[in-house]
């Protein structure tokens, strides 16, 4: 056994392939989980579409976890938006 740092260490693990689903997250330039979502205004009415939440949310200036909430039906919209999945209801609120 020897002391290592956990950069060492972490290389270590990804060379003997414990990291598999870091590597697939890498291969996949960081966006393993993300999903399309559809900006709308108050009235339902379609304004824009983002390739994630991180992108919606640079490009608006608005929090993510504000976009994750109307998202997750916890809050009815945020910055005056409401944001939906795109493929999961295309019946616009």
């Known amino acids: 056994m020897e002391w290592n740092t956990r950069l060492e260490n972490n290389r270590h693990a990804w060379k003997i392939g414990l990291c598999e689903n870091v590597r697939i997250s890498l291969q996949n330039n960081g966006k393993k ?41 916890d809050y009815s919209q945020t ?4 944001f939906i999945l795109k493929g999961i209801s295309n019946n616009y609120r």
């Open 33 to 73: 989980n993300s999903k399309p979502i559809i900006q709308l205004d108050m009235q339902g009415n379609f304004i824009a579409e983002f390739e994630s939440i991180s992108q919606a949310s640079r490009q608006l200036n608005l929090s993510h976890t504000g976009i994750s909430c109307v998202l997750k039906d």
């Open 79 to 82: 910055g005056g938006f409401k």
